[in-house]
């Protein structure tokens, strides 16, 4: 199977700008979980989207939003950018086997905002 | 204060040390403990996973879970410069949000 694909792998914006990032999880998996990693901040979750529903949210301002297709690929949002948004995002797809819970991490887009 | 603490290090051991890793963390909610292995320019990827206190073995890694302490670590034997990478801890209560430690960073010389 292919792994979790995110495109694209590089951006650089200016503030105020806004920016889509998208994600393809492995096939047939439904969970999308997005995280902003930074180094002094180390990964932060974003929200999770399970069958195009959110279905858990971190605490990052409205300018974060996300969605989810029915073929389970996700695109998330920023909005305004700042500064501080600069940041490796990466998306996950969260599967249970056996009462295992395992997140199968994307690569990552690394946004570099100016 | 955060929900869960990592040293950042850097820890710098010569290939054939036994390496400790390790997280505190404080919610006593917290069921399922998983350690992370982050290579440069990579995603994490899983290495570990544990539910509530208790050890598992895998290979050259051990995890530990000590819930009375609020205390996680992962063991690694006869480390390899190919363990160079960041390790991350994390942990939830079931099929909420993962919370993740910063993550430390790890070194290992030939």
Known sequence: KAG?????????????????????????????SWYQQTPGQGLQFLFEYFSETQRNKGNFPGRFSGRQFSNSRSEMNVSTLELGDSALYLCASRIWVGGQETQYFGPGTRLLVL | QKEVEQDPGPLSVPEGAIVSLNCTYSNSAFQYFMWYRQYSRKGPELLMYTY??????????????????????LFIRDSQPSDSATYLCAMNRGTDKLIFGTGTRLQVFP
């Not at chain 2, 509530?52 to 670590?73: C, H, L, M, P």
């Open chain 2, 52 to 73: 509530s206190s208790g050890n598992k073995e895998d290979g050259r890694f051990t995890a530990q879970v000590d819930k009375s302490s609020k205390y996680i670590s």
């Open chain 1, 4 to 32: 979790v694909t995110q495109t694209p792998r590089y951006l650089i914006k200016t503030r105020g700008q806004q920016v889509t990032l998208s994600c393809s999880p492995i096939s047939g998996h439904r969970s999308v």
